[in-house]
């Protein structure tokens, strides 16, 4: 068997799959499954992104790889309002969703067995299974202390407002991050699919200003309009930052065939160039946060970071599976904290993506 076989055959088994018992037993609920799970939106897709869509359909050719003119532009500006870029100086790149993105990257960026990936403790899995893709070694820290002087480090991911606990990281820690990996030509990513998602916290971009020192040399900015445009059935996301790098990726992906389809990509720029549809799925969610929160605190859950975002890292300070089993037993399904790490285990997740309805029906649940 060949390394790259050994890799394919070595990845952990597909988390949510191991979630089928507990989502059986949910489902006998009288009243039907509240799944709180896995955070697929739920609410219609905007008309005009729709319409968008519906224009862009006679596309008989190949679309370019790097997306439209028009789509770049509406990216470098939309990074520009949101993450403080310079619209004229950022690199920006679509891609197929940010999943893609994630589980390709160290493999576009030429990492391998010599290389070390660092993510967060406590992240989203596919940061780890794109290492392993790789063949890049995996280290989980939360801190550069706890990296310690590793030369074979080539990347560090940094997540922020973080999927699955929504902790937002200040400026000046994103500022350290940067300029640690400078000094050693580490490259940062930075996933910010909840960028626009503050509550209690405002997150910042790693290309901003402040983070940044004005200069996108060694970062990458992950996007996705999934939950901002419920736009996770388009699969449409986009990178931006460092112009090199994003040139690296565009000259891969060329010859890999990783392509936004046209219609997609119309939409998109309808999607980036609207924030009214935006505010009106925002304030969705924070009416569900505002239903959901005081039922878990009234049932006994103590509720870490989850200050930005759109899930509640919960625990009942027991395993996280005796915790899925009980909520499951009451008709609702959560995410265990061991998808997103060791470090998850006395921890469940909650996602508020859910109808008005399906929240409502949680929270009395909770309540009984």
Known sequence: MGAAASRINGLPDFPWDLLAPAKVVAGRHPDGIVDLSIGTPVDPVPELIRDALSAGTNAPGYPLTAGTAALRAAIADWAGRNCGADPAGVGVLPTIGSKELVAWLPTLLGLGPDDVVVIPEVCYPTYEVGARLAGATVVRADSLTAIGPNPRVRMIWVNSPSNPTGRVLPAAHLRKVVDWARERGVVVVSDECYLTLGWESS????????????????????????????????RAGFVAGDPALVDRLLAVRKHAGMIVPEPVQTAMVASLSDETHVAEQRDRYAARREVLRPALQRAGFTLSHSTAGLYFWATRDEDCWATVDWLAARGILVAPGTFYGPSGSRHVRFAVTATDERIAAAAERLAG
Do not use: F, I
Request: charged residues 10%; glycine residues 12%.
């Open 203 to 234: 997150p910042v971009s790693v290309l901003a200003p402040e983070v940044s020192g004005g200069s996108y040399d060694g970062l990458l900015a992950v996007h996705s309009l999934s939950k901002r445009s419920n736009l996770a059935g388009y």
